[in-house]
């Protein structure tokens, strides 16, 4: 090879690099989990969100290079999808999978999706072979405890009740789900009218409900 065609093909490598590094950058910028599988199941890449919920171990977790899922029918599932991807290589048609997956906490579970990716056949098993998305929706609910904090001043517990008001969850079930005395959220009630300057619930779930952002618990 000549000395153009080795720069050539230097170029070509660092700017793959510099690709793959921006592409990194920006995964880890995005609220769910992301990772980024071999055929062989180990992870060649995971974002940083992915790698907070693994430490949580809440359900998922990272270990020796894969993901692993706490609830079998979870693994059932995520092994299922990487065979059927691996299987593309054989000319079955394109699959992507799409399930639930528990968490040892019993919380809201985690919502994962599982899509094929395409790269050369020379890498074998060295090939990038699926994208894994994992989605926690107790993250939806901070970001939106989180506005109403920045927009009202409100408390932690505050804003925690006013998710639960504009999602329709009576003040009695509301206390016994939080383990608080009835009382405590009277006050907390009170607290959340004095701040936004309602002094009825129907004003008080129409301001949260004319906010820009979704605040509705899920």
């Given at each position: 090879?000549?000395?153009?065609g080795c720069r050539a ?95 040892s906490s019993g919380e ?111």
């Amino acid at each position: 090879m000549t000395a153009v065609g080795c720069r050539a093909d230097d170029n070509a490598n660092t700017g793959a690099v510099e690709a793959r590094h921006s592409l990194e950058r920006a995964l880890d910028w995005l609220a769910d989990g992301v990772a980024v599988v071999r055929a062989d199941g180990v992870v060649v890449y995971a974002n940083a969100t992915l790698q907070a919920i693994a430490r949580r171990n809440d359900g998922v977790r990272l270990r020796k290079g894969s993901i692993e899922f706490a609830a079998g029918e979870a693994r059932a599932r995520f092994a299922a999808a990487a065979a059927a991807i691996a299987r593309l290589r054989s000319g079955d048609p394109q699959t992507s999978t799409d399930f639930v997956a528990a968490r040892s906490s019993g919380e809201a579970p985690y919502l994962v999706s599982v899509r094929p990716l395409f790269e050369s056949e020379s890498a074998g098993a060295q090939r990038k072979a699926a994208v894994v998305f994992i989605h926690d929706p107790r993250g939806h609910n901070a970001a939106a405890a989180g506005t109403l904090r920045d927009i009202f001043g409100f408390t932690e517990a505050e804003a925690s009740l006013a998710q639960a008001l504009q999602a329709g969850v009576p003040l009695g079930e509301y206390a016994n789900s939080r383990e608080l005395s009835l009382n405590t959220v009277y006050t907390h009630l009170r607290r959340i009218k004095e701040k936004t300057g309602c002094r009825r619930m129907a004003e008080l779930i129409r301001k949260f409900n004319d906010l820009q952002v979704p605040l509705r618990l899920e």
